[in-house]
């Protein structure tokens, strides 16, 4: 069978082409460059900082032991992986899918969706704002992350339309069996909260329920090898697993679950009922997700890790905040922390330089031609600069600033 999408995929031939290629501003062009616009998104997402820093962040379990417990990287790894292999049986453009799936995390926060939780709650009570890592991650793809062009300066990615699209449209569970692409190209800055709108694309579509199986049996792989589950737990998922797949709980692993997952949804989807699951294989999703939701995502020894998440990035943004003095800020920031807090404050000024609109302080380097989002003489814009530097740590950096600022 097989290539069911072939006559939708995003090709020169499919209507919303010119849409899906748009870019926010000029990009530069070599000569003899063989990629095609999908291509080079994702050559420009895997180059970025954000997407190197992946590395260093948590999936589901911090500070583990264990070498082979998944990290944020390795989860966007599955889902590219799954998302190529889904995309191309069903005649998809595998090169849009592939960098949709490798960009659609870059703004997760350091800690995972605990840090997320925080950074949620500062901004609601200080810019009546939200966070969500989905919305994050098209931020610092248009706004934040810069790669040098051949001249040296620095811009933003400026990514296409559609990968720009399908990174922020993954947002949310799956909720129902079919996922049908939207026909309207809206502008993504308009997206307020999760789930508002389906991807523009088919190969959005199938990131975004590739994410879902991609950490779901990847989640229980790790808890089950870090045996934090008890043995009525245990007997639970056995009785889940046996009763769709007909299983042993040894046989559970990230593998054989996502193997099931993607066979079934390359059999069940079609144009015309959409990228979806089987009622049995969509039973399971939804009884294997809420089994993680009860036993893994809700595990006491994660509590004290949270609770420990929300002291480093409380601690953090009280530290910076209290500092602001409009166009003297960045003075003010060397006068109070240079000598005791080197490496946060100078972490932070290099930021606040590279983000800022010039002002009576400083003038940007020459070779920032990134967009200047920070106007430094208003508060809410220094406490978007806040929250946007901590959302950019790893885990292992918050904890060595966190370490500076309780260290005499």
């Not at 990009?27 to 820093?53: E, G, M, Q, T, V």
């Amino acid at each position: 069978m097989g290539n069911q999408f072939r006559k939708e995929a995003i090709s020169e031939e499919n209507p919303k082409w010119e849409k899906c290629i748009r870019r926010p501003d000029g990009l530069y062009h070599r000569k003899d460059d063989i990629r095609s616009p999908f291509a080079r998104d994702y050559n420009r997402i895997i180059h970025c900082n954000a997407y190197r820093r992946l590395k260093h962040k948590t999936q589901v379990f911090y500070a583990t032991k264990n070498d082979h417990i998944c990290t944020r990287i390795e989860h966007v790894n599955h889902v590219s992986s799954v998302s190529y292999t889904i995309s191309k049986y069903l005649g998809l453009n595998t090169e849009l899918a592939v960098a949709i799936a490798t960009g659609h995390d870059v703004g997760h926060a350091p800690f995972g969706h605990f840090g997320e939780s925080e950074l949620k709650k500062i901004a609601k009570n200080e810019l009546g704002d939200t966070f969500w890592h989905e919305r994050n991650s098209l931020r610092f793809i248009d706004k934040i992350e810069t790669l040098p062009a051949p001249t040296g300066e620095e811009y933003n990615l400026n990514l296409t339309y559609a990968v720009r699209d399908g990174i922020i449209s993954h947002c949310g569970e799956v909720d129902e069996r079919a996922i049908y692409p939207r026909s309207a190209d809206i502008d993504l800055d308009n997206i307020k909260h999760p789930s508002q709108y389906s991807p523009y694309t088919w190969e959005g579509c199938v990131v975004k329920i590739a994410d879902k199986i991609a950490y779901l049996g990847r989640d229980i792989e790790d808890a089950l090898r870090l045996k934090i589950l008890d043995s009525g737990q245990l007997k639970e998922l056995l009785k889940i697993v046996k009763h769709h797949t007909n299983q042993k709980i040894s046989d559970i692993n990230n593998t054989v679950i996502m193997h099931n997952f993607i066979i079934d949804i390359c059999n069940t989807s079609s144009p015309e009922t959409g990228i979806q699951l089987s009622r049995k294989h969509f039973k399971l999703m939804q009884e294997l997700r809420e089994f993680s939701n009860n036993y893994i995502y809700r595990h006491e020894r994660l509590s004290i890790y949270q609770n420990y998440a929300a002291l480093i990035i409380e601690s953090i943004y009280q530290t910076l905040k209290k500092v602001f003095d409009k166009y003297e800020t960045i003075k003010e920031i060397k006068k109070q922390y240079g000598d005791i807090f080197p490496t946060l404050s100078g972490y932070f000024i290099k930021w606040l330089y590279k983000y800022s609109q010039n002002n009576d302080g400083f003038s940007r380097d020459n070779r920032y031609k990134n967009i200047a989002i920070y106007d430094l003489s208003c508060e809410k814009d220094y406490i978007q600069a806040i929250i946007d530097f901590i959302s950019s740590m790893t885990d292992s950096f918050a904890i060595e600033v966190f370490n500076e600022l309780t260290s005499f």
